[in-house]
Every structure is written in C-alpha cells, then in structure tokens.
C-alpha cells in the first residue's frame, strides 16, 4: 500500500524557521522525483519545490528561494522541507507529491497534508 505520510506542521511566528518531512512507503522511494505543493485557504495548489531522484536537480518556486531547502534521504525513503524567514504568506497546508514517468505512464502520489500557520 502506497503511502506519503508529512509530519512537522506548526504554528510559527514570522520570521521563524520550521522543518516538515515526508516518509514514503509501498513504492521505490529512490526513483521518484519528490516535490512539496501547499494550498492555503481560498487559493490554488502550488509547487513549492522539487527534488529529483537522486536530489543532483532541485528547483524552487520564487516565492521561497533562498528561504526554503528542500532535501531528501532516499535510505529512509524521506524528503524534507526546511522553512526559513517564514512569512504569513507562507501559511497553508504543505503536501507531499511523488512523481515518476515510465513508458509514456504517469505515476502521482499525495500525502494528506501538514498544516504550517505563521502568525503572531
């Protein structure tokens, strides 16, 4: 069974650091590209950052860059998100996405979600 299970969502006051993580199950982890979307209320999902399988390609929205690092340890099958200088703007729910294309075949997993509130 597949599973993206994201942990670390907290209330955070502006100006603040926070870290989130995802730990994948029932697929190999190591040839996904891994990337984080949030959605906050009212609003779109967007892209936050990407990682390729083996974390040589990382690409950012501008929104976060030089403020947020993605990362990944593909031993304990996890991608992480480190959030610098967090804004208000940055509150939403912070989803974690599994992406691998084979054989003209799309295969897209989701987490269900840690919310980050930054707020004073």
């Known amino acids: 069974q597949v599973q993206l299970v994201e942990s670390g969502g907290a209330l955070v006051q502006p100006g603040g650091s926070l870290s989130v993580a995802c730990v994948a199950s029932g697929f190999y982890f190591s040839t996904y590209d891994m990337s984080w979307y949030r959605q906050a209320p009212g609003k779109e999902r967007e892209l936050v950052a990407t990682?390729?399988?083996?974390?040589?390609?990382?690409n950012y929205a501008d929104s976060v860059k030089g403020r947020f690092t993605i990362s990944r340890d593909n031993t304990k099958n996890t991608v992480y998100l480190q959030m610098n200088s967090l804004k208000s703007e940055d509150t939403a729910v912070y989803y974690c996405?599994?992406?691998?294309?084979?054989?003209?075949?799309?295969?897209?997993?989701w987490g269900q979600g840690t919310q980050v509130t930054v707020s004073s």
């Open positions: 990682i390729s399988r083996s974390g040589g390609s990382i």
């Open positions: 996405n599994a992406l691998r294309e084979i054989w003209n075949r799309r295969y897209i997993y």
